[in-house]
């Protein structure tokens, strides 16, 4: 609970490489220091791996350069309200650059920015919606070293069943998903549909779309931080990782996309646009999705999701209504007209993962490409590209990837793809409990 005699602040916040939030807490009063743009921080913060190591020995951006800070540039339109806190306490996102004023190349949101620039230069806005999957366990697995679901969702300690669409789920946990909600709202997210999904305690809230991509990727940051502060209110922990369940869906981050010309015409409207534009921007994504898969799946449990029979593609394809399929088109005709993109997962960093997207679909504007049949329902998929199921091996192809290197930048390319290779490594070496229960007894 929020101490209501403790002083307001406002928070400063840098997007980190895992779709962390560091940065800075301020006394409310001392506010003026963030608007003149003089907040510091290392720049290396923005290159910690997921256990908080800045990998200077591989990376060379910390102690081995001084560890120079970076300033902290706030974007006034992410200013919002923080419910949890004190009484008008604030939050806004910032931008990491350097001294000479130009973004850090390591910043997610730059990176972002520049993608967007790209669309800008010709006369382009994409349209962004997100779709947050979660999952909210009890607040004991510090305790017990594992996730269980909400005892409101179980008998005897096991879960209920499959909870999909199951409004019992949802008014079990009405108290926690209001609190949410609400705080959306205080925050000014366009959240709109609340819906339980397969797995016990697993939910997903939409966000509606918006012409501004970066805003929408920080709609998406925003939600997460707003489910995980509202758990603990309620005395329970959420969670974006991937596949928390061995036996339960995985949860995703499902991404709806369009683009808008200069006339505010929907370009992949089959009907009152270019017919071909729609398909080409399939084959884009399709064509650099495993060299991105590494963004959509950046951690090592984030590949226990792709699993045949499961709602996580696992084959490259596309298809019209087909919810099976790594790229699904929910509508080809008039201003709805969009592609859904579903294969990255909860864990994915909000920013890369469009920036990822949106570069494979600018390829498809820029060339005329061909991505082959749709998958129709029912039937196996015409071609005979899958997604890796291997992080390392993801790791190797986005390290390696001429498209990457294009969208990311070469810098961020080796910095992200050496730091994930070390995470990847470190979990191959990594002896585990089916280990023991499975080789021990009997080898």
């Known amino acids: 609970m929020a101490d209501d005699t403790a002083p307001p602040r406002i928070e400063i916040l840098l997007v980190g490489m895992n779709g962390d939030l560091r940065g800075k807490q301020i006394p409310l009063e001392a506010e003026k220091k963030v608007w003149d743009g003089t907040v510091r921080l290392p720049s290396s913060t923005q290159s910690l791996d997921i256990w908080g190591d800045d990998n ?5 951006l910390s102690l081995s350069i001084g560890d120079p800070d970076g300033l902290c540039i706030p974007d006034r339109r992410s200013l919002a309200p923080m ?30 920015a520049a993608m967007l620039k790209r669309y800008e230069e010709r006369g382009l806005t994409p349209v962004v919606a997100t779709e947050l999957e979660f999952y909210v366990v009890e607040d004991d697995w ?46 000014g997210l366009p959240a709109d549909a609340t819906t ?11 966000l509606l779309h918006r012409a501004d991509a970066l805003a929408a990727a920080d709609d998406c940051i925003y939600l997460k931080r707003i489910a995980e502060q ?3 209110r309620h005395g329970l922990k959420s969670t974006c990782m991937a596949k928390p369940y061995s036996d339960h869906a995985g949860s995703g981050l499902h991404v709806h996309a369009s683009i808008i010309d200069r006339n505010g015409d929907n370009v992949l409207d089959a009907r009152g646009g270019d017919p071909a534009a729609l398909r080409s921007v399939c084959a884009g994504m399709l064509d650099t999705m495993r060299d991105a898969q ?15 029979g499961s709602f996580a593609p696992v084959d490259i394809d596309w298809g019209f209504g087909h919810r099976g399929t790594a790229i699904r088109i929910p509508d080809q005709n008039g201003p709805a007209a969009r592609i859904e993109h579903r294969v990255a997962g909860a864990d994915a960093n909000p920013y890369l993962l469009l920036t990822a997207i949106l570069g494979g679909m600018l390829l498809g504007l820029d060339e005329d490409l061909d991505p082959g049949p749709a998958t129709q329902p029912g039937e196996a998929p015409p071609g005979n590209r899958r997604l890796t199921h291997d992080f390392l091996t993801a790791v190797e192809e986005f390290s390696a990837s001429s498209f990457i290197g294009d969208v990311f930048g070469a810098r961020y390319q080796r910095l992200y793809g050496d730091t994930k290779r070390k995470e990847a490594i470190a979990y191959l070496r990594t002896v585990s409990d089916f280990d023991y229960r499975t080789y021990l007894p009997r080898i």
Not at 162 to 167: P, S
Not at 172 to 184: F, I
Not at 196 to 206: L, W
């Open 196 to 206: 339980a999904e397969f797995g016990p305690g697993q939910f997903e809230i939409n």
């Open 294 to 308: 590494l963004i959509f799946a950046p951690f090592a449990n984030s590949y226990r999701r792709f699993q045949p």
């Open 142 to 187: 510090r305790e017990t070293g594992m996730p269980r679901p909400p005892q409101r969702l179980t008998y005897r300690g096991d879960p209920n069943g499959f909870q999909l669409y199951d409004m019992t789920a949802v008014d079990a946990l009405d108290d926690y998903l209001r609190t949410v909600r609400a705080w959306a709202k205080a925050q």
């Open 83 to 112: 419910p949890w806190a004190p009484e008008g306490s604030q939050q806004v996102l910032s931008t990491m650059h350097e001294f000479d004023g130009s973004p850090s190349f390591m910043d997610p949101r730059a990176i972002l």
């Open 230 to 232: 509202a758990a603990r």
């Open 56 to 60: 200077d020995d591989i990376t060379g």
